[in-house]
């Protein structure tokens, strides 16, 4: 494959931006898997959905987290709803804007969508409770 690119304005902006939301470990994890063959699109998203859409200051990141939510929830994309539910503990987006958002996919989208989100929703947030317990014993 070719030599890696400089990293344009956008993209530094949109890797502080997706640390942000996302978290250290998720994107040093997902840069650390990174190969030649998929190293061209974690740029285009680092770029594209953070340093395009979510570095834009017309919404919060609580709002971009509860939209982003019920679209990966109405298309049924299972690890990406997991992933966004856990990156609420960053962007402000509380349970009950969670669940407000299933509910709408319920409606606009069908119950069996909104139910396997809220599904997978408990059991992100079982994880958290559980990991911030660990934390609070230490």
Request: proline content about 4%.
């Amino acid at each position: 494959m070719s030599v890696p690119a400089p990293r344009s304005a956008r993209y530094r902006e949109g890797l502080a931006v997706r640390r942000a939301v996302l978290g250290d470990a998720h994107v040093d994890h997902a840069e650390g898997v990174s190969t030649e063959f998929d190293r061209p699109f974690q740029e285009l998203i680092t770029e594209a959905a953070w340093g395009t859409v979510w570095s834009r200051p017309t919404w919060t990141k609580r709002e971009r987290s509860i939209v982003t939510l019920a679209l990966l929830a109405a298309l049924g994309h299972d690890e990406e709803v997991a992933m966004h539910v856990r990156a609420t503990a960053n962007t402000g987006a509380t349970r009950e804007d969670i669940c407000e958002a299933f509910l709408h996919v319920a409606v606009y989208a069908g119950v069996p969508a909104a139910n396997r989100a809220i599904r997978i929703a408990k059991q992100v947030f079982a994880q958290m409770d559980e990991e911030a317990g660990k934390s609070d014993v230490r």
